[in-house]
């Protein structure tokens, strides 16, 4: 409120006084260093907001007085500053290899060059994210190019599910998701189940955690659209976003549009197809292997089916479908002086790998940039998504329903094809997937809109300072309808619910405002000092109803044609504000300190109206830019450290003890919790100190960037089991502490840079260990299905990812693996040859980090794993029945296997066809790529990325979500997808 | 003046954002600590009617726990292999997983929830004296039959009786003096059903009143009291009951099912000739039933036998119905045979004789022959029990009561029948 008034106070003060310039016309022409026109470069007048773009020739014109300094700049380019004399004014910039003059975005209004930047902040540009192969959905395009983070893929289902730890798990059971801003506007990435439980009982017995494992909202966004993302890993780099950046910051900019003399007109269309990237294959059954499996009866049944040739390969036939690809998006870019206007309309239609399931979402976008004068400007991101993605039945159950559970059950030589009335064939031991997968339907719709405007206003200038007040506000809202239909007929439903019809409504709406004062003040040429003041309001409110109906008529899937329902609600809401102040002083544009304090509070805790205070620092010095540097060849050598506290806020409801609906008789009845409400809830606390060394040499040819953290995470928000004697099982506690430290180092060359081919290369390394320094509550175990087949445990002094399990044979229990990587590192290739070639390659190796493998597990039961009858270890005995004995002795070690891989992610060659020069068609470019073609792993499954848990799914009143550390641990999910693909562009 | 309208604006939306103030409630439930503070009496009803509800949480699991260990059934399930390993003793069992903690936790959440209730009735200025006794009487009574459940499973192990502060847990207490502090809070609840009124809704019985609760207290007790081994004390408590030697075996005290909203659906059924999930009748059950017996019909001939792990039945296990069929908490059957153990034991054998062929003669069967011996007719009456009390939690409890676990078969060489379960995890914290 005070803040708000001297807000208004202060513009009424500074618009008293408005001064102005004698103007004249300046034109002139960009070039590169070999002479080539370069369109697109920002021409600014140093000191004010006035600015312009070059046009496709590469010229510009601006009114700017005599005597003053104009500034070309333009990514990939170095800045360049050039005093005005007279009324023409061509200027050649040089290419920036280092990336050294690359704007970086520091705190919620300002930016600093990253030549001066005090933190790593990885940025992915436009082409690594979505130029080289394609990914199906955003969250999807991201893996393998975060240096410092594990990305997993959780289910290959369409519409995807992404689990995103930045410098390892920043919080064991509340948010360890980052936090996604686009263009301003705070995104949801929520999970919403669309209650499958209720048909699979997955959350049932052995781990309450919902396994529904939806797809994470933040996928809706379409890739094409993003002009480059900048990602905050840390509190040290992210501090100004308070208690939402504990997990980073994903800060996504769309593209805008600019004035480049004419309006550019792209069309982008992609074919191609998916298919699994790995069968495992099915047990080759003989007549005595069937005997040994079910006696006589199963070996007659073996010679019937393969006397008739009916020995089928069911795994073939559900996962083994090509899946059609097709992405088309126009995208129109233009603008005047002053106002830019970007359009986009993108529909992409994919066919998953199994029948019956795929992913449409089809997005449109515009942004207007408008300069209103030259003290004001506006901005507007308006987007909206429609995305339907169906995803089948997989994963863990506890019913014997899903895809994956029924395949295993199944011997190659039952019969479970449809006969010719339709009637599909019974299995005994679970359900007849292919009659699931052709009459049941998953789906999960979306109708999102996520709108932000911006106001930039210059209250103030003069040579010395200027004052600027920024104003941001923008609105997240979707729909998202789930339906889950399982008629009547199906095998599972017979007797049974008779057929269910699952649907739920879920409104999600997020709002922010930010409003920033920032002050510049330039007392010399060597001094400067940026001065920012800000508040900052987010609110939630998500609304859930779940209609479950039973007992339907055939063929209806209306909630109504059935003859019992259940309704389920669940709703949240939240409000957090804060209140930050930051100065940043750069000397002899070589040293850059500065610090900052964001004051916090959040509905979510225990007290609502107290403030957490969160401090920030850093400084970082050049040494090359300094005058006693002596050294040519390194033309930077910058040492940095970044420290920064940021916060989690408690999940929701933690506090209160919650009295759910339980009913009898038709009488409405209230049932304590399970969940103890602890009314002292805090916020997890997280530190975070950073140190580097940016080193560049040959004029940027080479580059090295390290870096070293160290992450505490204090009061972590633990989910306690209490004694369940107490009536309740878990309680909300901070209940101990946690420590990540790790390196990044990330190396960029340009090895060969001839006329004929230029080669451009990056590989980052990237290492954490975590450890739970402290723990007040005694060590607990958690995220899989109990201490016989693997588990996580919580324990201090140990990693907060290590895997303890049953060590058989009655020697107790013992640590089996970890899931944290031991390593990762990738590497990615951009070359160009004969001018108009350009071949990317994005190669990513995991080593290390263990999964917990239940799909073997439940097909070794069944005695139908593709490799039962192997004898790989040459002990004599069969590899399946190996691992049976071991579970018979409760050995779990066989159950935690290594999930290392090498993949290469993306691949693709493209080609500019030389078109003669025409006046409606000024490019036209053809490729081809493959996405997760080539994949290289030990792992015995699928693929090395998985999890049954999902990655962030929200806790209702009747579900407990899911957490930070169980990805990694494997029931039968669907196969992940390979994608190959033809791209063809065309530019009017 | 149009950029100072734009800026007062925006000042103004940043005012407006500042300018949301106050905590923001539970929007999803209601709040424990208000009701129990001062709660209204539909808001008291509504915490006794989900404390009967609660009673039927994980039924399941606790029934199929024990049914596997008193070889009554098998349970056959494509996703949870530990149903035949180590619920069937091939491996030890383990005190962190679903069969161990899940049953524990939903038995202590309804004590929790009658502790919950009566603090909310005592500090009630809304209800006289004796409706609180109703309520009061009531909430000890499912008190007990929940620690009674605890006790089943954790056996010499034992449990904690006296949990009332969450935060301050009574001891475990052995199996002996568990039993006793069971058999005291039925005798507690009794005083307070006498001369009681019941005014809340009760699902356990039609058209309730406070004799027909403390009938169903008494019903109970007479349970409690034979595995005391107290016989005198056990026919007193009989005689307080709905026994009725000569009555319908089924009448009795159920939990009910239904698919309204909110309620749940029978979780121990499963339908006749199901694939996936099954729940089968041991093998012995129909090898060992004597003919003609209309027992049978609990576990009935599949359409194809059921085989996994080395294991084969070609029967369901066919008590419960439909989905949305009862399950008895204490039924009359079970009563008269109560009777008859008592009757035995104190060796008053006739008239176990009598009750044993009510029995015997109501289920087909010609009247008992055999010798006329205590140990004779414990044997019987082990015999009646088992075939009458199928699949309903009993069987695994009447042979360790009566040291017969090694009489029950194992199936495969590295079988074994448990004795107890261990103590959850969680309660070591």
Known sequence: MHLSKSFTLLVMLLLLSVASFAQQKVSGLVSDASGNPVPGVTVRLQGSNRGAVTDAQGRYSIDAPNGSTLIFSYTGYKTQQTVINGATLNVTIQEDYANLDEVVITGLATSVKRSNLANAVATISAKQLYGVAPAQTFDAALSGKIPGALITANTGAPGGGISVKMRGVTSIFSNSQPLYVVDGVFISNISVPAGLNLITGAATAGNPQNQDNPSSRVADINPDDIENIEILKGASAAAIYGSKAAAGVILITTKKGTNLGRTLVRLRQDLGFAQARKLLGVRQFTEQTAFDRGGATERDLFIAARDAGKLYDYEDEMYGETGLISNTNVSVNGGTERTGVYFSANRKSEEGIVKNSGYLNNAVRINVDHQLNDRISLGLRASYMNTSADRGLTNNDNNSVTYGVSLATIPQYLELHPDANGVYPVNPSAANPLETRDKMRNNETTNRFITGGEIRATLHTNDRTNTKLIVRGGVDFFNLKTEAIFPRTLQFMRGGLEGASIQGNTNNLNTNLAGVLVNYFQPNNDLSFTTSLGATLETNNLDNILSIATNLIPDQSNVDQAASSQLQQFRQKYRDNGIFIQEEVLLMDAITLAAGVRFDRSTNNGDYKRYFVLPKASASWNLAKMDFWGIQSINSFKLRAAYGQAGNVAPYGAKFLALTASNVGGQPGSFVDTQFGNPDIEQERQTELEAGLDVSFFNGRLSLEATYYNKKIFDLLLRRNVPSSSGFTQQWVNGGDLRNKGVEIGIGAIPVNTKNVRWNAQVNFWKNTSEVTKLTIPPFPMGAFGNTLGNFYIEEGKSATQIIGTLGNNKGVGVLGNSEPDFQLSFYNDVTFLTNFSLRVMLHWKKGGDNINLTQYLSDIFATTYDYDDDKNGNGVKDGVDRMNAAAISDASVRVQDASYVRIREIGLYYNIPIPKNNIISAVNVGISANNWFTWTDYDSYDPETSNFGSNTISTATSRGSNGISTGVEVTPFPASKRAMFHLGVTF | ?429
Request: glycine share 6%; charged share 20%; aromatic share 8%.
């Open chain 2, 1 to 429: 003046m149009k950029q100072h309208r734009i800026l007062l604006f925006s000042a103004m939306l940043l005012g407006l954002g500042a300018c949301q103030k106050g905590e923001i409630p539970n929007l999803n439930t209601p709040v424990a600590s208000q009701i129990i503070a001062n709660g209204t009496k539909e808001q008291i009803d509504n915490l006794a009617v989900a404390m009967e509800s609660g009673t039927r949480l994980t039924l399941n699991t606790y029934y199929d726990a024990i049914g596997l260990q008193g070889r009554e059934i098998y349970r056959f399930s494509g996703s949870e292999p530990r149903y035949t390993t180590e619920l069937m003793g091939t491996s030890p069992l383990d005190n962190n997983t679903f069969y161990t903690t899940n049953p524990w936790a939903s038995r202590y959440r309804v004590v929790r929830q009658a502790n919950t209730l009566m603090d909310a009735v005592n500090n009630s200025s809304r209800l006289s004296a004796n409706e609180k006794k109703g309520y009061l009487g009531y909430a000890k009574t499912i008190m007990a039959y929940q620690l009674l459940l605890a006790l089943n499973m954790q056996y010499t192990n034992g449990i904690r009786t006296d949990v009332k502060d969450a935060n301050n847990l009574g001891p475990i207490k052995g199996y002996p003096e568990s039993l006793t502090d069971i058999a005291n809070m039925l005798n507690e609840g009794l005083t307070d059903l006498t001369g009681a009124e019941i005014v809340f809704p009760v699902s356990i019985v039609t058209d309730v009143t406070a004799a027909k609760l403390m009938q169903f207290n008494r019903a109970l007790a007479a349970r409690v009291a034979v595995y005391r081994q107290q016989w005198a004390e056990a026919l007193t408590a009989l005689n307080g009951s709905n026994f009725s030697l000569l009555g319908d075996f089924n009448s009795g005290y159920v939990h009910i099912f239904s698919a309204n909203s909110g309620d749940v659906l029978n979780p121990v059924f499963l339908p006749q000739n199901n694939s996936g999930e099954q729940r089968l009748a041991h093998p012995t059950y129909a090898a060992q039933i004597a003919p003609g017996d209309d027992r049978i019909a609990k576990a009935t001939l599949r359409a194809a036998p059921a085989s996994l792990d080395g294991l084969q039945s070609n029967r369901d296990v066919w008590v419960h119905r439909s989905n949305t069929a009862p399950v008895y908490i204490i039924r009359n059957e079970e009563l008269i045979l109560i009777y008859a153990e008592a009757k035995i034991n104190l060796n008053q054998l006739p008239d176990a004789i009598v009750a044993l062929n009510r029995i015997r003669v109501q289920h087909n069967l010609t009247p008992y022959a055999g010798a006329v011996t205590q140990a004779a007719l414990i044997t019987e009456m082990l015999n009646q029990r088992r075939f009458s009390l199928f699949a309903e939690g009993h069987r695994w409890i009447d042979m360790r009561r009566y040291n017969r676990l090694n009489q029950l078969p194992n199936d495969r060489p590295n079988d074994k029948v448990w004795d107890k379960f261990p103590i959850p995890l969680p309660e070591s914290n």
